[in-house]
C-alpha cells in the first residue's frame, strides 16, 4: 500500500459560514542552526533545509543521510500536480515495474509532530505514513510537495475542516498568498508532518512530478538519489 493515503476529496466541501474568530499563534523559535541536506537526483540537485521545531523528524533524517541510507534509493512515486515521494529502501534493487512504497527502515513509526506554521506549500518535505490512527510518520519514506494553485474559497473549505480537529489552525494571509501564488496541497495540512522545505531545486521536482509513469504512479525510467549533509 503506497504510504500516502490520499485525503477524501469530498470532506473539502464541508464548510461552515459562522465566523471564526482567528486566535494569536505561538510564534515557533528561531531556527538556531539551519540543517541542510543535498539531494542529487538524476534530473538535478535538490538542497532542503530541516526545521528545528520538528526534532524527531529531523534527526532521524539526519541519521539516515549520515548512514548513506537513501544513496542510490528512488523516487518511486511521482504524481504531476501533486507531489514526488522516495525512501523505499525496497527500491535500490527492484525490478523494473514493481510495486514499491512498502518498505520501512529498521525501528519505529515517527511520532507525528504537526505544526500550525508549516504547511504544503510547494517544496515542503514532509514524511509519508501508513493509515495508522495516530498518524505516525513512516521511519524513511518522505515526500516533496508539487502541488497546484488554490483559491480563498478552496482554502476556506480546507482551512474550516481542520478546525474541527483542531479549533485553533488558520490561514495566515502570508500562508494563503504561497497557495495562491506558488501552489501546494493543503488537503494535507495537519495530516502529515512537515519537517523542511527546499530552498534550491524547485524546478528539479517540476522535473521529477512530470516525468512518464506506469499505473502505480512509478516513473518508467528510474530516478536515483544520493545525500548528503552540507552542514
Known sequence: MQKIVLVVVSFLFIFSTSAQTKPARTPIKPITKERLVEIKTDL????????????????????????????SLLFHRVIQGFMIQGGDPESKHADSGSVLGNGEAPGDRIPAEFRNNYIHKKGALAMARDDNPEKASSNCQFYIVEGKIMDDNMLNQIECNIRQTNPGFYYTDAERKLYKTIGGTPFLDQ?????????????????????????NDRPLSNIHMKMRLLN
Request: net charge neutral; aromatic share 12%; proline share 4%.
Open 44 to 71: 538535478g540537485l535538490v538542497v532542503v533545509k530541516l526545521y528545528d521545531s520538528t526534532p524527531l523528524h529531523r534527526d532521524n533524517f539526519i541519521k539516515l543521510v549520515k548512514q548513506g541510507f537513501y544513496d
Open 191 to 215: 495530516n502529515y508532518t512537515v519537517f523542511g522545505e527546499v530552498i534550491k531545486g524547485l524546478d528539479v521536482i517540476d522535473k521529477i512530478a512530470a516525468v512518464p509513469r506506469d499505473q
